[in-house]
């Protein structure tokens, strides 16, 4: 079935670097979706991807709907103590309503 | 964005016992409700679809007759996880959906301890 793989697994970072993640699929999705997951709480929606190439922002967030539609990218600018948590992406199974999620991504950010 | 909510936010039961989860649209019309399940440190598994007024669709390996799902209303999903174990202790998590935009909105969660 369709799998999406995200890397890093996790990382550590310095408060106010930036900070790149990726998600990749063997197969094309039309909507990518990228979530944050506090600890215990459901995801919160970041942002929100339609078509190949788009580029969207959501305050120090940018995402990218990548090119052959197999990826997308997540850019966080100037990390602060609260972009702690564990960033999904999510795309509807093919041909369906149904979204699977990415293996996730956990950032740990350090004062 | 549109507002999922969850209830309860946690539950610890007895093995043997029934609990109920419910999950509502707050501000929109959901026709199609999606649960999913998260284990400690994993990504989120989608259990099944509950669709209003039809029976729920499950991802395989899901057993319909433990875990019952009632799409009542366009507003209210349930989820009825039947005869617990201790295996059911698990993170469960409902969303909805916009149409319109494909985005996907999640409820606050539900812990679930089975003793």
């Known amino acids: 079935g369709q799998q999406l793989n995200q890397s890093p697994q996790s990382m550590f970072i310095q408060e106010g670097e930036d900070v790149s993640m990726n998600c990749t699929s063997s197969?094309?999705?039309?909507?990518w979706l990228w979530y944050k997951q506090d600890p215990g709480e459901g995801p919160v929606l970041l942002i929100a991807l339609y078509k190949a190439g788009e580029l969207t922002s959501n305050g120090r967030l940018t995402a990218q709907f990548g090119i052959t539609r197999k990826d997308s990218f997540l850019n966080i600018s100037a990390s602060i103590p609260s972009d702690v948590g564990i960033y999904f992406c999510?795309?509807?199974?093919?041909?369906?309503?149904?979204?699977?999620f990415g293996t996730g991504t956990r950032l740990k950010v350090l004062a | 964005g549109a507002v999922v909510s969850q209830h309860p936010s946690w539950v610890i039961c007895k093995s043997g016992t029934s609990v109920k989860i419910e999950c509502r649209s707050l501000d929109f019309q959901a026709t199609t409700m999606f649960w999913y399940r998260q284990f400690p440190k994993q990504s989120l598994m989608l259990m099944a679809t509950s669709n209003e007024g039809s029976k729920a669709t499950y991802e395989q390996g899901v057993e319909k007759d433990k875990f019952l799902i009632n799409h009542a209303s366009l507003t209210l999903s349930t989820l009825t996880v039947t005869s617990a174990h201790p295996e059911d202790s698990s993170f469960y998590i409902c969303s909805a959906g916009l149409l319109n935009t494909g985005e996907l909105f999640f409820g606050e969660g539900s812990r679930l301890t089975v003793l």
């Open positions: 999510a795309g509807p199974s093919s041909g369906t309503y149904k979204y699977i």
């Open positions: 197969s094309i999705f039309n909507t």
